[in-house]
């Protein structure tokens, strides 16, 4: 064999075991690959626990979620409130700032009272053949009451009109206040004739002229003679007065007791709960005592009332301080203190207690109108 041949030979064969070890290599690199070589393995995300207190609505349980995750926020409810979202402090949080969360929070539901809807009374005319009279519409009172004012004046040939009366044949005057106790009212028109007549002396009416005793004041409408005066208004039986309400005894609530914000180690505490039978809050944990040891060591020769009272609760230490916690009471009920209360001879402690407005009265034959008691009679001819 020639040289030259010797020497191409030799350059095939190394070619050959270049290409091996190349293929060698990225067998090796792909298995490695395939095994997870060095990947570093995924860390799991910190837990935090996110509190809702639904400030006396309908309750919410805590939910745990994964550290700077969304989350979707749940709602709530609570009778006569509508609900404005979720709080913490002044700041509100909607579905996207759930990611802002870092760390335990405690978020606060806001509400927004209802608006209570105003009672209307409908009043319908029947002119009894008289000129048509379209139906009015009249807004009552808080107080559960209606002043029918203007009330329309129907014609009718060879008659006078006297007034409206309702189906019990009282008259309804100018001015009347009514009981909205129903959402319709139907007045039917009163006349007297005043027509020509075969004989002069048949009409009982013709030249006479009408009078009122002493006091009373003549409508000449109605020929009717009316006088009032002021009623005399009392509380009503077993209730007791006080500042111009009644009270009573046995119509008593808690109401919604709601503790004040405060500030500890230089953070603001939310979230808080009245503790049943005290007059203390209890706020949210503190982290630095860990042991009911260390946490009620802490409180040792202090009273209850103490500021810095510390207490061990549910496996977690809590700061409480003495406070006036508010109370809030329910519409038609005032909180009272006991004071007032035992003042009044209602052996009974501090609370809401529902107030009733005095009641007025008046003399036999006498009608109470609002603050006048009315009474009634028909003018006498000349």
């Known amino acids: 064999m020639s040289k030259k041949k010797k020497i191409i030979i030799a350059i095939i064969v190394a070619l050959i075991l270049i290409g091996a070890a190349v293929t060698l290599f990225f067998v090796l690199k792909k298995d490695k690959d395939k095994k997870g070589g060095d990947t570093p393995k995924p860390v799991a995300k910190q837990q ?4 809702f207190d ?5 309750k919410v349980d805590d939910i745990k979620v994964a550290k700077g995750t969304s989350f979707q926020l749940p709602e709530t409810s609570k009778e006569g409130y509508t609900f404005a979202g979720w709080y913490n402090g002044s700041k509100l949080y909607t579905d996207d700032d ?3 969360i870092e760390s335990n929070i405690v978020l606060t539901a806001k509400w927004e009272k209802k608006e209570e809807e105003q009672k209307t009374l409908k009043v319908v005319f029947d002119s009894k053949g008289g000129s048509k009279v379209k139906d009015m519409t009249f807004t009552c009172g808080k107080d559960g009451s209606v002043t029918l004012n203007s009330l329309p004046k129907p014609k009718k040939d060879a008659y006078n009109f006297l007034s409206w009366e309702d189906k019990h044949g009282k008259s309804i005057l100018n001015g009347a206040k009514l009981t909205c106790d129903s959402a319709e009212l139907k007045l039917y028109a009163s006349w007297e004739y005043d027509g020509p007549t075969a004989n002069p002396e048949q009409d009982p009416n013709a030249s006479k002229t009408y009078k009122c005793p002493s006091g009373y004041t003549l409508n000449g409408e109605t020929k009717k003679c009316t006088i009032s005066k002021d009623a005399s208004f009392a509380c009503p039986s077993a209730t007791k007065e006080y500042n111009g309400k009644c009270i009573k005894a046995t119509d ?14 230089g953070h603001d505490y939310v979230g808080t709960k009245v503790e049943a039978g005290t007059t203390f809050c209890y706020y949210a944990p503190v982290s630095y005592y860990t042991t009911k040891e260390s946490c009620e060591s802490v409180s040792n020769g202090l009273s209850i009332d103490s500021d810095g009272h510390y207490d061990w609760r549910g496996e977690k230490c809590y700061k409480a301080a003495l406070t006036n916690y508010k109370t809030t009471c329910s519409t038609g009920y005032t909180y009272y203190t006991k004071d007032i209360i035992q003042g009044l001879g209602i052996h009974d402690a501090a609370g809401c207690y529902k107030t009733y407005d005095k009641v007025g009265s008046c003399e036999p034959e006498y009608t109470l109108n609002g603050s006048k008691c009315v009474k009634t009679i028909d003018a006498t001819l000349e």
């Open 48 to 51: 935090i626990t996110i509190v």
């Open 252 to 265: 008593k609530e808690n109401g919604t007791r709601t503790c004040p914000t405060i500030s500890i180690e």
């Open 54 to 58: 639904a400030d006396g609505g309908e």
């Open 98 to 100: 759930t990611a802002e």
